[in-house]
């Protein structure tokens, strides 16, 4: 792919530092990663209802949502999943930038995406949340039927069968999604972010 050489970024007349002001906290990105059926988009979903009823100012981008108009001419082949993370990644800096909270819930399943995301932020704008959870677990859950499929060879790449998951090493946030129910897990990631000073 060409780049162009004249394109430059321009700064906004508005920063992140005046955005924090007015809305009374910071911005970062809370990227959720896990196998399907974790609990990925319920937990962000779950997030970002307490953080709306709380005032603060954020957003979901969904892996299914996204795939329906942005990343739309991607596959699940390994080169366009992490496209697809890249351009995410992309996105949720947008999002910081604007004076966001946004929960990103995608499988991610490579640790060289993810760290790939991580290093367009500030240090302490990627908070990556993993939902640890069995994959016997996730598969009993199936809300989308995706396992029975990818059991029969109907899904190919589908991560934890047919395609590695590659867990995080050292995550902010860990949520045992079969242990945890969704108010303990929205409280451990409010408790971070309070800790942190975002909230």
Request: hydrophobic fraction near 35%.
């Given at each position: 792919?060409?780049?162009?050489?004249?394109?430059?970024w321009?700064?906004?007349t508005?920063?992140?530092?005046?955005?924090y002001?007015?809305?009374?906290h910071?911005?970062c990105?809370?990227?959720?990663?896990?196998?399907?059926?974790?609990?990925?988009?319920?937990?962000?979903?779950?997030?970002?209802?307490?953080?709306?009823?709380?005032?603060?100012?954020?957003?979901?981008?969904?892996?299914?949502?996204?795939?329906?108009g942005?990343?739309?001419?991607?596959?699940?082949?390994?080169?366009?999943?992490?496209?697809?993370?890249?351009?995410?990644?992309?996105?949720?800096?947008?999002?910081?930038?604007?004076?966001?909270?946004?929960?990103t819930?995608?499988?991610?399943p490579?640790?060289?995406?993810?760290?790939?995301?991580?290093?367009?932020?500030?240090?302490?704008?990627?908070?990556?949340?993993?939902?640890?959870?069995?994959?016997?677990?996730?598969?009993?859950?199936?809300?989308?039927?995706?396992?029975?499929?990818?059991r029969?060879g109907?899904i190919?790449?589908?991560t934890?069968?047919?395609?590695?998951?590659?867990?995080?090493?050292?995550?902010?946030?860990?949520?045992?999604?079969?242990?945890?129910?969704?108010?303990?897990?929205?409280?451990k990631?409010?408790?971070?972010?309070?800790?942190?000073?975002?909230?």
């Amino acid at each position: 792919m060409n780049k162009s050489s004249h394109i430059t970024w321009h700064q906004s007349t508005v920063t992140k530092e005046d955005r924090y002001l007015l809305n009374g906290h910071k911005s970062c990105v809370l990227w959720f990663t896990g196998l399907s059926g974790s609990g990925k988009s319920t937990l962000a979903n779950a997030v970002d209802q307490m953080l709306f009823r709380e005032s603060y100012r954020s957003y979901v981008l969904d892996g299914d949502n996204i795939r329906h108009g942005l990343n739309r001419d991607l596959s699940f082949l390994p080169k366009d999943r992490k496209e697809n993370i890249r351009r995410i990644g992309e996105v949720a800096k947008l999002f910081v930038d604007s004076g966001q909270i946004v929960c990103t819930a995608f499988i991610s399943p490579f640790i060289e995406d993810r760290e790939l995301v991580r290093k367009m932020f500030a240090p302490g704008e990627f908070i990556e949340v993993y939902l640890d959870c069995p994959i016997n677990v996730c598969e009993n859950r199936d809300p989308k039927g995706l396992y029975k499929k990818a059991r029969k060879g109907e899904i190919p790449e589908f991560t934890g069968i047919s395609s590695p998951y590659e867990a995080p090493v050292h995550p902010e946030i860990i949520i045992h999604s079969d242990k945890r129910t969704i108010e303990q897990s929205v409280e451990k990631v409010f408790k971070y972010l309070s800790d942190k000073k975002i909230l």
